[in-house]
């Protein structure tokens, strides 16, 4: 009985290392062969699942990406310029996002390239939402400032609406009388008599008054706010001060021909954000005379 024991012992021990023996060389065949253990299959399934749904949330970042683009063209062609705002720049929406380790954490991991490119485009979206939000706050501000921005903007005929006043010089290239070539010409020319009333085509701030014998002689530059500047030039007198704030229809000036000029005329600009309009887009232009004359008021140093 013992030598039976004994046997049997070693017939145990014999399967065991039998057993381990089978379980390395199935490992090493597997590693050399690139077979897979029941576990390692699973993992790599999940794997697999893992990357396929990183990449859809990368397209659907990507498509969301394209969305905000159209609401920040909008933002930018649109919304913003109603009101006189500057544009954000390119450079601002898209600027990255600082860190060199702020994605260390994905490296070293099956598929990192994807976890990162993910983890930027995503980082990169909330920045733009985080940036077009704001626009669309400073937007909403100005938005309530309909009413103000509506007598801001230079909507009134600078003279009043008579035959006499008619325009002598259009908005565009033409034929400079005095120097006898093609100019463009900045704004429009209103045919007058001298000491006619000259009027704030909007409310605003009188940025600048000018003096002079040359060029546009005596001078008026009012800032509407909202992006609108307009320039009355060629005047006779002046009635404002630097620094004064005018209203819509509030007299500013007479008309004469100070400066360059070949007779009596208001030679009238609208700015709007630096660069030149053509006012006759702004002038209300079916605004009767009666109406016209409710609205203007005749300066008290006159």
Not at 281 to 295: A, D, G, H, Q
Request: net charge positive; with cysteine.
């Amino acid at each position: 009985m013992d030598g039976k024991w004994k046997i049997g012992k070693v017939v145990g021990w014999l399967g065991i290392i039998s057993l381990l023996l089978f379980c390395s060389f199935f490992y090493a065949f597997a590693y050399v062969f690139d077979l897979h253990t029941p576990k390692s299959i699973y993992l790599e399934r999940e794997n697999r699942k893992i990357a396929s749904k990183l990449e859809l949330l990368g397209q659907q970042a990507a498509n969301e990406d394209l969305l905000l683009y159209d609401i920040q063209r909008r933002d930018n062609i649109v919304y913003r310029p109603i009101f006189g705002m500057d544009v954000i720049s390119d450079e601002v929406r898209n600027a990255g996002i600082g860190g060199e380790d702020r994605y260390a954490g994905y490296e070293g991991f099956d598929h990192s390239d994807v976890m990162v490119e993910t983890a930027r485009n995503v980082d990169m979206l909330a920045k733009k939402v985080y940036i077009q939000s704001r626009s669309f706050d400073d937007v909403e501000l100005l938005a309530k400032r309909a009413d103000d921005m509506a007598s801001c903007v230079p909507s009134l005929n600078p003279v009043a609406p008579k035959s006499r006043n008619s325009i002598s010089s259009p908005f565009g290239y033409r034929m400079h009388p005095i120097k006898r070539m093609i100019i463009f010409h900045s704004g429009l020319d209103f045919r007058g008599e001298k000491g006619e009333p000259v009027y704030a085509a909007g409310s605003g701030v009188v940025e600048s008054v000018l003096r002079g014998y040359y060029g546009y002689g005596e001078v008026v530059v009012i800032n509407h706010g909202f992006g609108y500047k307009t320039r009355y030039a060629h005047l006779s007198s002046i009635l404002v001060r630097e620094g004064e704030s005018v209203t819509k229809g509030d007299q500013i000036a007479t008309m004469g021909r100070s400066g360059q000029s070949t007779g009596v005329h208001l030679h009238y600009e609208v700015i709007y954000r630096g660069r030149h309009m053509n006012p006759y887009n702004f002038i209300n232009t079916k605004m009767s005379l009666e109406e016209y004359r409710s609205i203007v008021r005749p300066s008290k140093r006159g």
